[in-house]
């Protein structure tokens, strides 16, 4: 039995618990606060839209609170307590979560992240043929997406909804394109969220792009790891407090590390900076999610390790990289 207990194997059985507590929360753990939401504020993709769900994450207040709260600060129908408010209670909340878990909220918690492993999962065992790494160059050009889509989904077009620039449609954008919305609503048998508006051209753009990229995430994950968490919004709202993250990534090469690239290649978010030499260096990567695979297939002794504060949790060692390795081998074929 020891042989299979693993990081990943251990994280799998977190995912696993994470998936159903989020998706159908409300329904298994019917409370007060579930049935209200715990935090309203989860820095991973988890969806108000699923009315069986335990908690949903930040970017819906975030979208709500562009549209209906900061937006009077422009059009003066509010002062700054009452326009700012409810914005910062969600980044301090949100801060307070990433303070405890930092990015490992995508990495061991995120319904969605979980669902795109299991695709991968299946493909593998479909036999279709796995992309091991995307090259720099393309990784470089997808980066910025992330970016463009927080900024502009989710907090200029709503912004400007609230103003009065942009029609009703833009007032909640990346909701209405998010798979995880499409994903978690059919999970628990709510085929609703699965359509073509007709609504308006605003209306029927949104709906095509959030079946598109539903359909498009299902079909790359099958041979291509996590592709729609390299452009999650949810990156850019850890990246701004990952600095005071009690978790972290920690790189110790001063004479061990042979760059051997192994991290890199077990990266499913493909971060080649993590193969640079460091001496006892926090390098959790503005796209980590601390998933832990860099740590498992390291070959050597205490140059990866995730620290907790000052306390070392898990480091790479020989053995568990031996380990790792033969299970890999198996899993694969």
């Known amino acids: 039995m020891d042989k299979f207990l693993t990081v990943t194997a251990l994280r799998r059985v977190v995912q696993l618990t994470a998936f159903f507590f989020f998706v159908y929360g409300a329904t298994v753990f019917t409370t007060f606060y579930t049935d209200d939401k715990l935090t309203q504020a989860l820095p991973a993709l988890s969806c108000a839209y699923d009315m069986k769900s335990g908690d949903y994450c930040a970017l819906i207040p975030l979208q709500h609170q562009m549209d209906h709260r900061v937006s009077t600060l422009f059009t003066g129908d509010s002062g700054i307590m009452q326009a700012l408010m409810g914005t910062a209670i969600t980044v301090a909340t949100v801060a307070l979560l990433i303070l405890i878990l930092n990015k490992a909220f995508c990495g061991w918690l995120c319904p969605l992240g979980f669902f795109q492993e299991s695709v991968g999962m299946i493909g ?44 009703h449609e833009w007032g909640s954008p990346f909701c209405s394109i998010c798979p995880s919305r499409i994903m978690t609503t059919l999970a628990v048998g709510d085929m609703n969220q699965l359509y073509i508006s007709q609504a308006g051209w605003g209306y029927t753009l949104l709906s095509l792009i959030a079946d598109l990229l539903f359909g498009l ?7 291509v790891r996590q592709p729609f968490c390299r452009i999650c ?81 898990l480091t790479s060692s020989k053995e568990s990289f031996k380990k790792r390795s033969k299970i890999d081998k198996w899993w694969k074929g």
């Open 124 to 167: 593998t065992k479909l036999g279709m043929k796995q992309l091991p790494s995307l090259s720099v160059e393309t990784v470089n050009k997808i980066r910025p997406v992330k970016w463009f889509i927080f900024l502009f989904l989710v907090l200029i077009f709503p912004l400007l909804t609230g103003i009065g620039m942009l029609g």
């Open 217 to 223: 995430m299902i079909a790359l994950a099958l041979f």
């Open 233 to 313: 919004p949810i990156l850019p709202m850890q990246t701004l407090f990952k600095k005071i993250g009690l978790l972290r990534l920690v790189k110790n090469g001063s004479s061990y590390c042979e760059g051997c690239s192994n991290c890199v290649k077990a990266c499913p978010m493909d971060i080649y900076e993590i193969g640079n030499p460091a001496v006892n260096a926090n390098i959790t990567h503005t796209d980590c999610t601390l998933c832990g695979r860099c740590v498992e297939f390291c070959p050597h002794d205490g140059v990866m390790s995730f620290k907790y504060g000052p306390a070392t949790i």
